[in-house]
């Protein structure tokens, strides 16, 4: 990480407005957002790069499996509490 974005970092770290946490694995996706109402996935094309495409799904079997997902990776995650 840069200098100039460290210390954000620390400040955002040590509040409980936001929590960091990092996997040991390649996920093979950019992020994942997920409420009650919605799964929204933005995915990496096939060399790793970024790809400004996203899906977005309201249906229940989808937030189902999204949460699943989540959970799956949470499991082995860790989560940063200090640089």
């Not at 960091?20 to 790069?49: A, C, V, W």
């Not at 790809?51 to 499991?75: Q, T």
């Amino acid at each position: 990480m840069k200098d100039s974005h460290l210390s954000l970092f620390a400040k955002l770290i040590d509040t409980d407005s936001f929590y960091f946490y990092i996997h040991p694995e390649n996920l093979g996706f950019m992020s994942l957002g997920l409420n009650e109402q919605y799964l929204m996935l933005s995915t990496l094309r096939k060399d790793g790069s970024f790809d400004n495409k996203y899906v977005l799904c309201s249906h229940p079997n989808a937030i189902k499996w999204g949460k699943e997902l989540f959970d799956h990776y949470m499991r082995n995650s860790i989560r940063i509490n200090e640089i």
